[in-house]
Nanobody
Framework: QVQLVESGGGLVQPGGSLRLSCVASGTIFNINAMGWYRQAPGKERELVATITSDGSTNYADSVKGRFTISSANAKNTVYLQMNSLNPEDTAVYYC?????????????WGQGTQVTVSS
């Protein structure tokens, strides 16, 4: 089992910045990708950004140019730097890790961290 713990959420004014962190622990084989997803009230969970173990990144169009995902593979940690935040970014942000064990891939989720953008 892999446990994910997120941190860094909070309340920020429009135009502000936040940095989210997610640390994976437990019985880890080979985490080949990590990412951030978010879910706003009344909406489905959506992809924000992902990063693979070789550094390839993918972003939702709505956050391109404002958010940056990075990782410290040796520490099984992923970060999300969020700049120029606006009220539409308000959501619970979830960390996801994909752990490859032989020929199977297991996906794990964190408990989520609240991000609120409001004046």
């Amino acid at each position: 089992q892999v446990q994910l713990v997120e941190s860094g959420g909070g309340l920020v004014q429009p135009g502000g910045s936040l940095r989210l962190s997610c640390v994976a622990s437990g019985t880890i084989f080979n985490i080949n990708a990590m990412g951030w997803y978010r879910q706003a009230p009344g909406k489905e969970r959506e992809l924000v950004a992902t990063i693979t173990s070789d550094g390839s990144t993918n972003y939702a169009d709505s956050v391109k140019g404002r958010f940056t995902i990075s990782s410290a593979n040796a520490k099984n940690t992923v970060y999300l730097q969020m700049n120029s935040l606006n009220p539409e970014d308000t959501a619970v942000y979830y960390c996801k890790a994909s752990d490859k064990r032989y020929s199977l891939i297991y996906h794990y989720w964190g408990q989520g961290t609240q991000v609120t953008v409001s004046s």
